[in-house]
């Protein structure tokens, strides 16, 4: 998963860029709103809501922000009502593109997606039909400077977690869906400073793409996810570290 997991590694340096400039903060409050709709406003039994917290605390969204995202999550102040909702479709090269949203309006946003797709190479999809390449999984990510692989692994496997990886930047532990926040918590508890910690969809293969193929997919990628609906954009390609490094620039 390489090319997955740089993309995400990049993902998470422009999503505090991005922070600083106050972009993504319409971003993370769907998010807190969705999660305490769905389960209530108390992060302490609510771990949608508890993730969704943490992460927006790590993007330095103020608390009340948080504490009105909440309240709009469980009605106890007036908001747009927003609905989850997954577009699938193919990028270059035939890479399977999973795309989460959150809208109040679906017209719009399946629009948009749509243009981005045809714009840059690619297509969409019905419903399925990539989303069996995925398996959900939790994902936390530790700086390699701050912690020693030998102990990251012992904490990690000893908390329960299914895989543990080093690559470029971070220690990358990999959990079970039901197992994350398990996981998560003996992760915390040992002391271990996580970079982030989330709920993903891991691709279970992976499309090498070349130059060409790999520029037009990190554009769509981009494209994508600027979209104000777009939560998340999931996707397997592997593009060589040489032809990432000169797509990325």
């Not at 508890?50 to 330095?60: D, P, T, V």
């Not at 279970?204 to 600027?226: G, S, T, Y």
Request: proline share 2%.
């Amino acid at each position: 998963m390489s090319g997955h997991s740089k993309w995400h590694n990049i993902r998470l340096r422009k999503g505090k860029q991005d922070a600083e400039r106050g972009k993504i903060f319409t971003k993370l409050a769907k998010e807190v709103i969705i999660a305490a709709r769905d389960g209530g406003g108390n992060p302490d039994i609510n771990l949608k809501l508890r993730l969704a917290i943490q992460k927006a605390k790590a993007n330095s969204m103020p608390a009340d922000n948080i504490k009105r995202a909440i309240q709009r999550g469980t009605g106890e102040i007036d908001g747009v009502l927003f609905e989850e909702v997954i577009y699938e479709g193919y990028g270059p090269g035939g890479v399977a593109v999973m795309t989460q949203c959150l809208t109040d309006n679906r017209n719009r946003t399946v629009a948009e997606i749509r243009h981005a797709f045809a714009k840059l190479g690619g297509n969409m999809s019905e419903s399925g039909s990539v989303a069996w390449q995925f398996h959900a999984k939790g994902m936390i990510l530790i700086e390699k400077d701050k912690v020693d692989e030998d102990t990251v692994m012992n904490v990690a496997l000893e908390a329960g977690a299914e895989d543990v990886r080093t690559e470029e930047e971070y220690h990358q532990i990999i959990t079970g869906f039901e197992e994350f926040g398990e996981v998560r918590q003996k992760i915390e508890d040992a002391g271990l400073p996580m970079e982030s910690a989330e709920l993903t969809m891991i691709p279970q293969n992976l499309v090498l793409l070349d130059a060409h193929e790999a520029n037009k997919m990190i554009r769509l990628m981009d494209a994508l996810e600027d979209l104000d609906d777009v939560q998340n954009v999931y996707a397997n390609f592997d593009i060589p570290d040489d032809i990432f490094q000169d797509a990325i620039r």
